[in-house]
């Protein structure tokens, strides 16, 4: 699956650009410490938008285009940020031949985003994920660390409902 780009507009401190500007400083000079500047960005930002990839780049002296590859290589890197509320739905092959596909959309079209989207107003992000090590509950569905099994599309709105505060 393809990770998408974020649709939501960037809004990094400078804060956050001051430590990124103070990792990337400290590793400039290794070119092989370029996953470990990406992560600590993406713990500074929680995701890794155009805006910050390319400061990496810059600052590490490599091309956008190979910390892009990297960023959408590895599946630690998120593109887009994530909800307050991560909606996280297995399709192992478990899960997916008990219906979490038929789950997944449901809560697709319920928050009106995509795989790796986050809604417009940071409240949700929704994640398909691979096994979750969770097979004899299929399909499961989680949100942050909240498991839910034997998931059915009927209950896909009653469970997303708990988490509109």
């Known amino acids: 699956m ?22 990337i400083e400290e590793n400039k000079n290794d070119k092989s410490n370029l996953m470990v500047v990406m992560q600590k960005a993406q713990d500074i930002y929680g995701y890794l938008p155009f805006e910050v990839q390319n400061m990496i780049a810059e600052g590490m002296e490599v091309s956008l285009e190979k910390v892009y590859g990297v960023s ?11 909800g307050k509320y991560n909606v996280s739905v297995c399709l192992g092959t478990a899960c997916y031949v008990k219906g979490s596909q038929a789950v997944f959309d449901k809560i697709s079209e319920i928050l009106g985003i995509e795989a790796d989207e986050c809604t417009a107003d940071g409240k949700y992000s929704l994640t398909a994920s691979r096994c979750v090590g969770a097979c004899g509950l299929a399909p499961v569905m989680i949100v942050n660390e909240d498991v839910y099994g034997r998931m059915t599309v009927d209950q896909v709105p009653g469970i997303l409902a708990k988490y509109a505060d």
Do not use: D
């Not at 393809?2 to 990792?23: C, D, M, W, Y």
């Not at 890197?77 to 994530?82: E, G, N, V």
């Open 2 to 23: 393809k990770k998408k780009i974020s649709k939501i507009p960037f809004n990094g401190t400078k804060e956050q650009e001051a430590q990124l500007r103070a990792v």
């Open 72 to 82: 959408t290589f590895y599946a630690q890197f998120a593109l887009s940020p994530k």
